[in-house]
């Protein structure tokens, strides 16, 4: 099992910046992907970006270029850098662990989830 814990989240205008940080600890950190997902008010988890344990990363078609995921091996952390926000972008974000080291775009692979910060970008 992975304890998440996330910070970053907050206001900021349209075309600002935030990063996000979700902490780790728990399994190894080296053996399994991490995932950013969020959830937007009346609308369904969707995911963000993820990365494996060697760097390999993924994101969503709507944050592709904007946001960039990485992590610190060193310090079990995760982030995700936020430019160029747009209003669309308002969710709460949650930082997630997989149960597998490959890359997944799937919610139901990753196994332990983060409580979430909130992210709001005004208009």
């Known amino acids: 099992q992975v304890q998440l814990v996330e910070s970053g989240g907050g206001l900021v205008q349209a075309g600002g910046s935030l990063r996000l940080s979700c902490a780790a600890s728990?399994?190894?950190?080296?053996?399994?992907?991490m995932g950013w997902f969020r959830q937007a008010p009346g609308k369904e988890r969707e995911f963000v970006a993820t990365?494996?344990?060697?760097?390999?990363?993924t994101y969503a078609d709507s944050v592709r270029g904007r946001f960039t995921i990485s992590r610190n091996s060193a310090k079990n952390t995760v982030y995700l850098q936020m430019n160029s926000l747009k209003p669309e972008d308002t969710a709460v974000y949650y930082c997630?662990?997989?149960?597998?080291?490959?890359?997944?775009?799937?919610?139901?692979?990753?196994?332990?989830w983060g409580q979430g910060t909130q992210v709001t970008v005004s208009s």
């Open positions: 997630a662990a997989s149960t597998r080291s490959y890359m997944s775009t799937y919610s139901n692979e990753y196994s332990d």
């Open positions: 990365i494996n344990w060697s760097g390999d990363r």
């Open positions: 728990g399994r190894p950190f080296s053996t399994y992907a």
